[in-house]
């Protein structure tokens, strides 16, 4: 491949057409044209000051805020920078995505604990995180228990569920950008809002501190065993899913649509019979209709049609477009 004349030395690995959507929580979608499989933080840094293709950059740490556009939408170019962590939330188009695509490896999966703080790597499991805090006796992250994913998505979209979310426990964060420079920021500079942060489409969160409160290991682990036992009994939790598809709808939007106060968005898809529906092998969950699953040989665009199709039948009936909470990137075939 022409790309490969272009690419700097690291001491990560490069692979040429390598299976990509195959190894997210969906199963299913696209290969990669090159992945790159970074040694360590500095290897990443090296690449991106040193990889300067005269195209766009684009970030797929996590959905985008929007159900429309930008960088999810755009034709993908030879020269693109793609970085993924866990894949659980995203959907690799089945034609794949051309350029670089960088996969974070077990080193930015770091934990560590110290005192009333944990600071913990992006590729982090949310799950890992709470778990690392109650077995320390830190209370306030066991909500992390109930998000699908890493630390690096959840922080990117300001990820939360059971009423907290990620800017009511975060301290700081470590964000690289496209050129490879680091810095810090605060949630204040992040402008958290509900499922929305203005981390750049380039930037790469590297690692985040978040600050809890000193409680015993047995009452955090409870509200944990809790929190798990609500997942279990409303998610379709051992499924091939990619988590919650659709953000809640504003208070505006649902006044404007003249529904009750607190409607939410699996409410709306109820409404239009999107319980259940499937386009081939793309199910929306029976046990929770916010829940897309491969329901068995689903396509990439299996899945994205019938999203689409829900937005649209939500938006002819209460004129509200719902926003994904999924990444969809790549090309069509």
Partial sequence: MAIMQKLPTIRGRYTENASLGEKGWFRCG???????????LEDLQYFLKNYNPSSDFANAQSPSPSGRGKATDR?????????????????IRDGGLKGVTIRLNRYFAEVKVDRDSVIAGALALDGNVALHAAENGIGGLEFLSGIPGTI???IKMNAGCYGTEIKDV???????NQTGELRTVTPEDLDMTYRHTNIG???????ATFKGVKETPEIVKERMASIKKRREESQPIREKTGGSTFANPSATEIAQAGLDEGTKVWQLIDGVGGRGLQIGGAQMSEKHCNFM???GG???????NLGEEIRSRVSDRYGITL???????????
Avoid: C, Y
């Avoid at 696209?30 to 360590?40: H, N, Q, S, T």
């Avoid at 030879?78 to 970085?83: L, M, N, P, R, S």
């Avoid at 975060?170 to 690289?176: C, E, G």
């Avoid at 990444?327 to 075939?333: A, F, P, Q, T």
């Fill in 298 to 304: 689903a396509t990439a665009a299996d899945l994205e």
């Fill in 323 to 333: 926003r994904w909470e999924i990444r969809r990137i790549g090309e069509s075939l």
């Fill in 152 to 154: 690096g998505g959840a």
């Fill in 75 to 91: 034709e993908q170019g030879e020269g693109d920078v793609h970085i993924f962590g866990a894949l659980s939330n995203s959907i």
């Fill in 293 to 295: 699953i491969n329901a």
């Fill in 201 to 207: 489409e380039g930037d790469i969160v590297i690692s």
């Fill in 170 to 176: 975060l301290v700081s964060a470590q964000i690289l």
């Fill in 30 to 40: 696209g290969k990669a044209e090159v992945l790159f499989k970074p040694a360590d």
